[in-house]
């Protein structure tokens, strides 16, 4: 089928009605529909697969420099170093 994904969302083309629509999942029905499943068979399970994909999640591991920059430039974090340097002139002071 033809399809894109947009922040995430993935639309399905409608050729009735030459619309892109939301992809739509199996949510609806009482608890007991769900619990009752027993799984996929081989026909139902590439069924499911080219109608959602692969059930993966991608997060992408930062770098560590990256992270360690994100930190160092956070407003905590520079608030206690300007902190940290006015007590030690605190003796000079007084």
Request: charged share 25%.
């Given at each position: 089928s033809n399809y894109f994904e947009f922040q995430k969302i993935t639309y399905d083309y409608d050729s009735n009605t030459n619309t892109f629509n939301k992809q739509k999942y199996p949510v609806e029905g009482n608890i007991n529909d769900f619990l009752d499943r027993v799984g996929y068979d081989d026909s139902s399970y590439e069924l499911g697969l080219s109608m959602w994909?692969?059930?993966?999640l991608d997060i992408p591991l930062p770098d560590f420099f990256e992270l360690y920059a994100d930190h160092l430039t956070a407003p905590f974090f520079i608030f206690q170093v300007a902190c940290l340097f006015l007590w030690s002139l605190d003796d000079y002071w007084y």
């Open positions: 994909g692969f059930n993966d």
